[in-house]
Nanobody, 127 residues
């Protein structure tokens, strides 16, 4: 049974940084993807970034490119989302997602729906 557990959300001032973590367990294949969605109050869900485990490739939404970095710690089976230069527009609940697939960009672009979800972690950017 796949489990995704997020942590690392919180309150940060504009221009600040946060690092989210997604601890993954239960995948039985070598090729899977882990990524992040976010949903702000009153807005639609937005794909943020994703990581393909098999080859380490990454993908970012245009809204976060250059500010967010996704990475993985193999020893901990954890994917991180380092968020820098945060603005109030980044305020949202951030959800980790995963699926048994080799390519992840389609999930961020909304073309594919993942099978696995975390419970979400709140990020608030406010002065």
């Amino acid at each position: 049974q796949v489990q995704l557990v997020e942590s690392g959300g919180g309150l940060v001032q504009p221009g600040g940084s946060l690092r989210l973590s997604c601890a993954a367990s239960g995948f039985t294949v070598d090729y899977y993807i882990i990524g992040w969605f976010r949903q702000a109050p009153g807005k639609e869900r937005e794909g943020v970034s994703c990581f393909t485990i098999s080859d380490g490739s990454t993908y970012y939404a245009d809204s976060v490119k250059g500010r967010f970095t996704i990475s993985r710690d193999n020893s901990k089976n954890t994917v991180y989302l380092q968020m820098n230069s945060l603005s109030v527009d980044d305020t949202a609940v951030y959800y980790c997602f995963g699926d048994d697939f080799e390519y992840c960009s389609g999930y961020v672009e909304g073309d594919s729906q993942p099978d696995y979800w975390g419970n979400g972690t709140q990020v608030i950017v406010s002065s």
